[in-house]
């Protein structure tokens, strides 16, 4: 069955074939390596996901939490930027990329970041709380007032990133 628009829907296992979904809650799916082109998801949250791989280009992600999911391989650089909004709570987004993003004040909190493509992404006021930056790529990165504070693993070249009010713990430094 498919439905251009789902709202205020709860879903588990299976992905509905729909266009649109607001204020949607998903839990335990497999999304790896799925097609989800052009798919618009709005205040919605994804608990205990898999989207390792998983094509998104054009897709809208406007309030959007991600919670305990594997997302490893995601493009979020092909995905739709228009009043993207997304936070990340316990997620393994391990070798994905946000190459040339505007992720200002985005939330990442307690997830793996492993060799993950920060590359020319405005990173302002962007918390990493106790997240995992090891061989993570900051090139000609804005960094201004992000909290790596917890953080640990990353390396950031001053000369290359900017980074005036970025925090960072002792123990990082």
Not at 47 to 59: G, H, L, P, Q, R
């Amino acid at each position: 069955m498919s439905h251009d628009l789902l709202e205020a829907q709860s879903f588990s296992k299976e992905f509905p074939n729909a266009k649109e979904f607001i204020d949607c809650t998903f839990e335990d799916m497999d999304l790896g390596s799925k097609d989800l082109r052009d798919i618009q998801f709005e205040e919605c949250t994804f608990t205990n996901c898999n989207f390792s791989n998983a094509i998104i280009e054009k897709t809208g992600f406007k309030s959007v939490l991600f919670r305990e999911c594997k997302i490893w391989g995601l493009r979020f650089d092909t995905c739709n930027r228009f009043l993207l909004e997304m936070e990340f709570e316990k997620c393994s987004l391990n070798m994905s990329s946000f190459y040339d993003m505007d992720l200002r004040r985005c939330k990442f909190t307690a997830c793996e970041l492993r060799e993950t493509d920060f590359a020319e992404c405005n990173l302002e006021e962007v918390s990493f709380a106790e997240c995992d930056l090891e061989s993570a790529m900051f090139d000609q990165t804005n960094l201004r007032n992000s909290d790596f504070r917890g953080a640990t693993g990353f390396t950031i070249q001053p000369e290359n990133n900017q980074i005036s009010g970025a925090r960072f713990s002792r123990d990082s430094i």
